[in-house]
């Protein structure tokens, strides 16, 4: 069964880089018919999509976070990875590691980590 | 991008139906049948219950239903239950610039 746990620091300075992990077990990371994505949750608010990554490193990224956002993905050690750059108080959100269809709909999600961002 | 809209809130009693709309546009709800409904309930992950506008995964209850006219999309749930009580969102493909976009979320409140 799948399953995904993202790690990172719970609290990031502002103009700091936010860095994010999310192993991945119980699935191949290589698998041709899924995507993988983040999404993220402000306290107390709605999803907001942040980028989608293939297994062969192509990615797709938010028009909102475009130039700020970066994904990466490590066929051999098994995980995604997500840095944003030159944050604020705005990108504090439980952000969330998934699995993402062919056809777009996320069918496996993490438990979500909150990052804080405060000096 | 422009969030779907969703209405912020919608109660039902136990064992009623209800029903979730989320308008999108041309370039994305009524552009594509690759519509999704995602339930979440405080502190947890979304869980997915309804994808390509109306195909339900395993194991989630046939109470939810799916449907899609025109640029809106429609989450129905029938018989309503107190564990129904959540936030619930959709979610689009809206291209291959922006590629997904959710709506802004509603409660459902169970009275």
């Known amino acids: 069964q799948l399953q995904l746990q993202e790690s990172g620091p719970g609290l990031v300075e502002p103009s700091q880089t936010l860095s994010l992990t999310c192993p991945v077990f119980g699935a191949p990371i290589t698998n041709t018919r899924h995507y993988w994505a983040w999404v993220r949750q402000p306290p107390g608010k709605g999803l907001e999509w942040i980028g989608t990554?293939?297994?062969?490193?192509?990615?797709s990224y938010s028009p909102s976070l475009r130039g700020r956002v970066s994904m990466s993905i490590d066929t051999s050690n098994k995980w995604i990875s997500l840095r944003l750059t030159s944050v604020t108080a705005a990108d504090t959100a439980v952000y969330f590691c998934t699995r993402q269809s062919l056809q777009y709909y996320f069918d496996s999600w993490g438990q979500g980590t909150l990052v804080t961002v405060s000096s | 991008q422009s969030a779907l809209t969703q209405p912020a809130s919608v109660s039902g009693s136990p064992g009623q139906s209800i029903t979730i709309s989320c308008t999108g546009t041309?370039?994305?709800?009524?552009?594509?049948?690759?519509v999704s409904w995602y339930q979440q309930h405080p502190g947890k992950a979304p869980k997915l219950i309804i994808y390509?506008?109306?195909k339900r995964p395993s194991g989630v209850s046939n109470d939810f239903s799916g449907s899609k006219s025109g640029n809106t999309a429609s989450l129905t749930i029938s018989g309503l239950q107190a564990e129904d009580e959540a936030d619930y969102y959709c979610?689009?493909?809206?291209?291959?610039?922006?590629?997904?976009?959710f709506g802004s979320g509603t409660t459902v409140t169970v009275l």
């Open positions: 979610s689009s493909y809206a291209g291959d610039n922006i590629f997904t976009v």
């Open positions: 390509e506008v109306n």
């Open positions: 990554i293939y297994y062969n490193g192509d990615a």
């Open positions: 041309t370039s994305d709800v009524g552009g594509y049948n690759l």
